[in-house]
C-alpha cells in the first residue's frame, strides 16, 4: 500500500477502512468556529482569532531586570498590512495576531533603556503567554513564561531553558537542537518560546526602524497590565488596572481539576472547574470504561464481538449505546454512499440490520466485523461531557488522542482557545481558534514511496493533506472527519452543505491556505 489515513491522536494503532491503513496520529490542521464558514472553492477566509490574553504582571520584574528604579510606558502595536508582512519574514514566524502589547522601558532621567513584549504562542493546542524583555541594543534580556495552560511541557519555565535566549538577537540562529537545547517531552512548547522570541526581537527592531506612530501610556503603581480594550488601545486608567486585578485573582482562584488516563488505545484528557470537578471526572473516565468495553474489538465479551462471532443471520441483543452508535455510524454510511463503512468491507454496511425496539443487532453476511474505531472515541467524548454536566461541570476541555470536545470556556474566558500546527513542517501554527460547545476532530493522508494513493473517486494527482471537521456532536466528528477525507471533494461539499451541524476544512497538496466546505 502507498499510503495511510491518520486521524487524529497521539498513539499509533492500526485498523482498516476501506482496506486502507488508518493510523490514529496527531491532528494537523483546524477550522474557525466563531463566524460562518465560506463555500469550497472561495477564496480563504481570515483566520478568525480569539481575543489576546489579558492580565497583570509585577512591576518588580522589570525592575529586577535593570536592576533600577525605571520608568514604564505601554502600547498596543497594531500587527498590519505591511508591518505584517516584514514581521513575518524577518522572524520567519507567521502569526495571525492583530496587536501585539509592547512597554517601553527608560531611566528617571529618560534614557531609553529597552522593551518588553508580551505575546501569544501555541504550545500543542494552547496558547502560552511569553514576556520577552530586550535591551537598548535589541539583545534578549530575559524570557519567562506569564501563562501556561498545556497539560504538559511546563519544563519551559525552568530558567534552564529560559537563559539559553539571553543575549539573542534578530540575527541569531535560534533554532531548537541547535542553538537552543530541546527538553524531552515538551518540544512543541520549546517551539513556541523560539516563535516568540523571534517575533518579539522582529517587532521591536521593525517597529523602531520604520519609526511607528504608536500612543503610549505611562503606568504607575506596583502591577502593569497587558491586553486590549474592545477597540484595542491600552486600558487607560490604573484604577481600571486596580479593577481587573480584582477580578482576575477572584477568578484565578477557581483552579481547574486536571486528569489524564490511558483509554481506547490512547489518552484521554480532561481539564474540569467545578465544585464537584474530582467526582465528575472519575465518574467520566467510569463511563468511558464501560463504553470501551461494549465497544472494542479487543475485549472479550464485548456487543461487537458478539455480534460478530454469531452465525450470520442471528440476531444478538446488545446494549442500548451499542445501538445507538451503530445505528450513527450506519446513517454516516447511507449519506457518504458507503464511504464510511463499518464493516471495513465494501458495501458492508448494507448487510447490517438493527432492531432498536428489540435491542437486536443481526448480521446478514458472512465475514463482516464491527469496528467503531471511525465514531467510537467521539461517541465516548459525548457521553463523558454528559457525565461532567451532569455533576454541575459545564467548564471543561477534553482531549481524546487529538480529537477536542469543549464544552463553556473557564472563568473570566469567552472561549477555549486552541491553535493547530501546518502539516508540512509541524511548527507553523496555522489557526488559532475559540472552541465553545463543539468537537473538532482531524483525519490526514500521508504518502509512502512514489506511488499516490487512490481514495474511492479522488482524483489520484490531487491529495488530501488533512481533513478537520467541527460540529456540536463529537461522535459526528469523528465519523465526517474520515468521510471527508475518503471521498472527493465535490460529494465531501454536497455531504457537508446538506447537514447543518458541521463543516469542514481540508488542505490539498500544493495549495498554501485551506479550502472551507459546509457551513456551520
Not at 522589570?62 to 522572524?91: A, H, N, Y
Not at 465518574?283 to 461494549?294: D, I
Request: hydrophobic letters at 40%; aromatic letters at 6%; charged letters at 25%.
Amino acid at each position: 500500500m502507498s499510503g495511510h489515513i491518520t486521524k487524529s491522536t497521539h498513539f499509533v494503532q492500526t485498523l482498516f477502512i476501506k482496506r486502507l491503513p488508518l493510523l490514529l496520529g496527531l491532528g494537523l490542521l483546524v477550522l474557525t468556529l466563531s463566524s460562518p464558514l465560506q463555500s469550497f472553492g472561495a477564496e480563504p477566509a481570515e483566520p478568525n482569532v480569539p481575543e489576546k490574553t489579558s492580565g497583570f504582571f509585577s512591576r518588580d520584574l522589570i525592575e529586577d531586570l535593570w536592576s533600577e528604579d525605571v520608568r514604564v510606558e505601554r502600547s498596543i502595536v497594531p500587527i498590519e498590512g505591511e508591518l505584517k508582512e516584514e514581521i513575518v519574514k524577518l522572524s520567519r514566524v507567521k502569526t495571525s495576531d492583530q496587536h501585539t502589547a509592547l512597554f517601553r522601558i527608560s531611566s528617571d532621567l529618560g534614557e531609553a533603556m529597552g522593551h518588553v513584549v508580551i505575546l501569544d504562542e501555541v504550545g500543542k493546542y494552547r496558547p502560552i503567554t511569553f514576556l520577552v524583555a530586550l535591551d537598548n541594543k535589541e539583545r534578549v534580556v530575559d524570557l519567562q513564561v506569564l501563562v501556561y495552560r498545556e497539560h504538559i511541557g511546563k519544563e519551559i519555565e525552568s530558567r534552564r531553558f529560559t537563559r539559553q535566549f539571553r543575549d539573542k538577537k534578530i540575527t541569531s540562529t535560534l533554532k531548537l537542537h541547535r542553538d537552543i537545547r530541546n527538553l524531552s517531552g515538551a518540544t512543541l512548547s520549546a517551539r513556541a518560546a523560539v516563535r516568540a522570541v523571534r517575533r518579539s526581537l522582529a517587532t521591536v527592531k521593525l517597529t523602531r526602524q520604520r519609526g511607528t506612530e504608536l500612543a503610549w501610556l505611562p503606568i504607575s503603581g506596583p502591577n502593569l497590565f497587558y491586553g486590549e480594550s474592545q477597540l484595542g488601545f491600552p486600558v487607560p486608567a490604573s484604577e481600571k488596572d486596580e479593577d481587573v486585578l480584582k477580578r482576575a485573582s477572584r477568578e484565578s482562584s477557581a483552579k481547574p481539576f486536571e486528569r489524564a488516563r490511558p483509554a481506547m488505545g490512547t489518552i484521554l484528557k480532561m481539564e474540569v472547574h467545578g465544585d464537584d470537578a474530582l467526582n465528575a471526572v472519575e465518574a467520566a473516565f467510569t463511563e468511558v470504561a464501560r463504553l470501551e468495553s461494549l465497544h472494542s474489538r479487543w475485549k472479550q465479551g464485548s456487543d461487537v464481538l458478539n455480534v460478530e462471532n454469531a452465525p450470520v443471520g442471528t440476531a444478538v441483543e446488545v446494549s442500548s449505546d451499542t445501538i445507538e452508535v451503530v445505528e450513527q455510524a450506519l446513517q454516516v454510511s447511507r449519506e457518504s454512499g458507503g464511504a464510511f463503512d463499518l464493516t471495513l468491507q465494501k458495501d458492508g454496511y448494507l448487510s447490517v440490520r438493527v432492531d432498536a425496539e428489540n435491542q437486536t443487532i443481526t448480521l446478514l453476511k458472512p465475514g463482516l466485523i464491527l469496528d467503531l474505531g471511525g465514531i467510537g472515541k467521539g461517541f465516548a467524548l459525548d457521553r463523558a461531557a454528559q457525565v461532567l454536566e451532569s455533576h454541575g461541570c459545564r467548564r471543561a476541555l477534553l482531549d481524546f488522542g487529538g480529537q477536542l470536545l469543549a464544552l463553556d470556556p473557564p472563568p473570566g474566558e469567552s472561549s477555549w482557545p486552541v491553535g493547530i500546527f501546518d502539516p508540512r513542517d509541524g511548527k507553523t501554527v496555522l489557526y488559532q481558534l475559540p472552541l465553545v460547545r463543539s468537537s473538532l476532530a482531524t483525519t490526514a493522508l500521508y504518502e509512502r514511496g512514489e506511488h499516490l494513493i487512490h481514495l474511492l473517486d479522488n482524483d489520484p494527482a490531487i491529495r488530501i493533506l488533512t481533513t478537520s471537521v467541527i460540529s456540536e456532536s463529537a461522535t459526528q466528528a469523528d465519523a465526517l472527519s474520515t468521510t471527508v477525507a475518503l471521498i472527493d471533494q465535490d460529494k465531501a461539499q454536497q455531504l457537508l452543505e446538506s447537514r447543518s451541524d458541521a463543516s469542514a476544512v481540508i488542505l490539498l497538496e500544493g495549495e498554501d491556505e485551506p479550502r472551507v466546505m459546509g457551513r456551520f
